[in-house]
C-alpha cells in the first residue's frame, strides 16, 4: 500500500503539517534585555529588530487552529539536506543516517516531495528554532499562499512525536552506569 507524504491543499484553514513559504519572523537584537523594575516604570524603549522570512511548517494541533484556541502558533523552519548539512560545520553522511533514524533530537527529516510544481529535496525540520507567531499572521499567510503543501498522516503525526519527544526530554542529575564499558 502506498502512502502519498504530501499534498498540495486550497484549505483556507491552516492545519498541522502546512508548509509556509518565506514566513517573516521578528527576530530581536542578542542584547535585548529584560527591564529592570525601575525600568518598567519609565516609558518603553524602541528596539530595533530584524525581518527574516524562513520557509516554515506549522506545528501547532490542527483542533486549536481550526477552533482559533491559540494566540500564537509554533512554526519551525525546514531546509533542504544540502543546505542543511553545509550550514553544520562536518556534518557527516553518519549523522544524516541518525537524524533519518530519528537519533538526532532537534531535528526530524522528511522525504522529498516529487508533485508537479512542489519539488523538493529531502527536507529537515529544526525544532532548535521553534518561532511563535500570532494566528491571525499564520491565517494570514495560509491565504496568501492559497495553493500550498501539506504534509499527510501517518508522517505528520510522526513529525509531531518527533517535536514532542525533543521538547519533553528530561535531563537526570545522575544517571545509571553502563553495562557495557
Not at 18 to 32: K, S, Y
Not at 87 to 113: A, I, P, T, V
Not at 145 to 151: I, K, N, S
Not at 162 to 180: K, S, Y
Amino acid at each position: 500500500m502506498d502512502y502519498p507524504w504530501y499534498e498540495v491543499t486550497e484549505d483556507k484553514l491552516p492545519l498541522q503539517g502546512d508548509f509556509l513559504a518565506r514566513c517573516p519572523i521578528l527576530v530581536p537584537p542578542n542584547d535585548f534585555s529584560v527591564e529592570t523594575k525601575e525600568q518598567q516604570e519609565q516609558p518603553s524603549p524602541e528596539i530595533q529588530v530584524k525581518v527574516e522570512t524562513f520557509d516554515v511548517v506549522i506545528m501547532s494541533q490542527s483542533c486549536d487552529l481550526a477552533q482559533r484556541k491559540l494566540r500564537t502558533v509554533l512554526v519551525c523552519p525546514h531546509w533542504s539536506v544540502e543546505n542543511f548539512a553545509q550550514s553544520q560545520s562536518g556534518f557527516s553522511n553518519k549523522q544524516l543516517e541518525q537524524l533519518r533514524c530519528g537519533n538526532l533530537l532537534g531535528y526530524h527529516m522528511l522525504d522529498k516531495c516529487s508533485l508537479p510544481q512542489y519539488e523538493r529535496p529531502i527536507q529537515i525540520v529544526d525544532f532548535r528554532s521553534t518561532h511563535s507567531l500570532p494566528l491571525d499572521h499564520i491565517f494570514a499567510l495560509a491565504n496568501r499562499d492559497l495553493m500550498r503543501l501539506r504534509l499527510l498522516p501517518p508522517y505528520r503525526e510522526h513529525l509531531a512525536q518527533a517535536f514532542a519527544r525533543f521538547l519533553m526530554r528530561v535531563g537526570l542529575p545522575t544517571d545509571i552506569p553502563r553495562f557495557i564499558q
